[in-house]
């Protein structure tokens, strides 16, 4: 079962998610606390499973999934909780598989070549 989660929590289990991938961005405490809140003022919130999380909040007709980071076989587990918000259309957002998009400005030659190489390269949340 998803559960709901704290700001706090959620930027743990998205560490504990992310822990296994090639090159992503980590979120301080603060950032993430921002996201969560921010989803949580409009009916939205933060959930986990015991190997995955994610970041939805509701707007007019969809569902928006700023991020599902989960195994395949805990899909089921969000889908169900995605399906309390009783929104007909979802739109998830995982890492993986899709086009990149975004900004991105290195901080040092390090971190270009180290996202460079990576396989599978995952930025993170995307706040509209």
Do not use: K
Request: one cysteine or more.
């Amino acid at each position: 079962r998803a559960r709901p989660l704290s700001p706090e929590a959620y930027a743990a289990a998205r560490s504990r998610a992310l822990a296994g991938s090639s090159f992503w961005m980590e979120w301080s405490a603060a950032q993430t606390a921002y996201a969560v809140r921010n989803a949580q003022a409009v009916g939205g919130c933060a959930l986990a499973s015991l190997g995955g999380c994610a970041l939805c909040r509701p707007e007019g007709d969809t569902l928006r999934v700023e991020e599902l980071l989960c195994p395949p076989e805990e899909e089921p587990l969000f889908y169900s909780a995605f399906s309390t918000f009783r929104c007909p259309r979802w739109e998830i957002r995982r890492p993986g598989g899709g086009e990149s998009f975004g900004m991105w400005r290195p901080l040092s030659p390090a971190g270009e070549t180290l996202f460079s190489h990576a396989a599978e390269p995952y930025m993170g949340l995307s706040l509209e």
